[in-house]
């Protein structure tokens, strides 16, 4: 792409003069983003694949597993594997964070390792990407083609001005050049030489252009900047009232997804988010947990009420229906089974069994009969009898699972069976 804005002119000017990176850069990327191996077999001794020297090492077998082996030719310490392996691959992202003419510019390389037994290693650097960002946090990237679909995920073409992607352009380095040299704006907003994971391009741009994530950062509440990042910038505007009383009141916010929930959970209950006593608690585990108990409890008792409403509605009705299997009663001398009698026992044992009987659906269906298997008077499995063909069916226990009385139930039942059948049809079976 030909630069077309002011800005992008500027960038391609000074993108020549910017040095190209040192012999010392370069092999510092190599021994801190690559795994120096050596290659073990019992008959050949070590291969090490820094420099295709083969020797013989005399200590014990499990110190060489543990601590490695130092090459007696090229001084590298490898990690010794016992292999018959030829060759090996390594490939890794590295960055170098610089400065140049008042522009913030992260570098961005691909280091390629080859190595195979008995030669030296081959060792690619390549320059991918570089993005310029200026004190306001405008930026212009400048990269190869990044082609990243379901095969490949590669590096082509020369370096161009690109348009602005940062989820292709801005790559996560493995490894950053410890010697940094940062814009004194980015200095003044916070930023004292660590990254806390997030990515540099990242985290220079918000501290650059969002007052907010600035405080954040010298106050140190990384956990809350870290939460911007992972959900959307907006969620510091957010909670942004309540993260100050945090920050005067000197409370850091160390799990900053629960603390949302928290404040989230503080607002359902109209509580004070204004309010250091709710705000800043001690154990914000605690009281996560007990809110969200409360909630689940105020969820659960919301629900139940709309059932019972309508199950009163349609009470008369449900009595028309099944009024005249009340009387049933099949026991023997554990398990006692009868009907429900009224909607709200439907909705009862629904809540007290986990499953979806308090619904209309079963208490108006003129089709079959929904009775209880209770033992000392606990529901243990809930039953539904067809009223066309007096079969079972459905039997289910607690979270629609059998019981360990199920085969006992179904047996008590079908062998009485002819109870209800007989007060379905109104004739003697
Ligand atoms: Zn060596």
Known sequence: MKARTKLQKQVSELIGKLAPITDIQTEWGFKNCFEAKGYKTKKHGISCLMCGHRYK????????????????????????????????????????????QGFQVMRYFELAGYYRVDDPALLNCTEIVQLWMLPNGKYVTFAMLHTVNWYRDGWTGNMVIRKNEPSTYN??????YPKMSVLPEIRRNGFRGKFHDINPFYLF?????????????????????KLAFRKHEGTLSEYWDSIKICLRNGYMIKEASMWTDYIDLLKEFAKDT????????????AEHDRLVKKRNEMVARQKKEKKILEAVKYRKEFFKLKERFFDTCIADDII????LKDPNEYVEEG????HCVGSRSYYLNPKSLVLSARIDNKPVETIEVSLDTFEVLQ??????????????????????????????TGKTV
């Open 57 to 100: 090492d005399g200590s014990h077998e499990l110190l060489t597993a543990i601590d490695g082996s130092v090459c007696p030719k090229c001084g590298t310490r490898l990690k010794v594997t016992h292999t018959k392996k030829q060759k090996d691959n390594q490939a890794a992202y590295y960055g170098i964070i610089t400065t140049f």
């Open 171 to 176: 790559i996560n380095p493995f490894r950053i």
């Open 205 to 225: 741009k918000i501290i650059l252009s969002n007052s907010k994530a600035e405080t954040l950062l010298k106050a140190r509440q990384i956990d809350m900047l």
């Open 274 to 285: 204004h309010n250091a006593k709710y705000v800043c608690p001690v154990d914000l585990k």
């Open 336 to 339: 006692t089974i009868i009907p």
């Open 351 to 354: 809540i007290v069994l986990k």
């Open 395 to 424: 039997c289910r226990g607690i979270c629609n699972q059998n019981s360990e009385y199920h085969d006992k139930i179904l047996s008590l039942l079908n062998r009485n069976i002819y109870q209800i059948q007989k007060l379905a």
